[in-house]
């Protein structure tokens, strides 16, 4: 399987299995924000170059059955691509905006994204990501985002 400039196979000296605990928040206007917490068995890949691969597959429970979520930290930037049931792509840079393609299955949208703040501490024993971003879908801003994601080795 590949993503991005990493290629995986099924076992790798350098893939360790994971627990992920993923909290993601939405806000809309003054609305209280809507979160949702996931916890999840993946894996993290350690490339060489210093790049980190993050890893797992989506369950009924995020509406995205069949689908496998991947983080590729490489230096100041993080890709999140999605692949199966559901496919999109993502780029998250600090200050920066980007804009991707998301296919639905009524058609494919822009989605831009503007990150604001991206922050981890990840290594081989684990850490945390945060990630604040803005969305905007066919350039209208649809909301504020926000991500934490713990990793922890699986014992």
Known sequence: ?????????????????????????????????????????????LGGDGSILLEYRETALTGMEGTTTAFEIRGPRVTLTRTGTVNSQMVFEEGR???????????????????????????????????????AVEHTVTGRNCFKIRVKPKT
Not at 20 to 41: C, H, K, N, W
Not at 114 to 130: A, C, F, V, Y
């Open 97 to 135: 905006q980007h804009t991707s393609l998301y296919e639905t299955p009524f058609g494919e949208l822009t989605v831009d994204i503007q990150t604001s703040r991206l922050r981890h501490n990840l290594s081989e024993r684990g850490g945390i990501m945060d990630i604040k971003y803005s969305i």
């Open 1 to 45: 399987m590949r993503h991005g400039g990493l290629t995986l196979t099924s076992i790798e000296p350098n893939t360790l299995p994971v627990m992920l605990s993923i909290r993601g928040e939405q806000y809309f206007d003054d609305v209280d924000p809507d979160s949702t917490e996931l916890m999840t068995a993946g894996t993290m890949r």
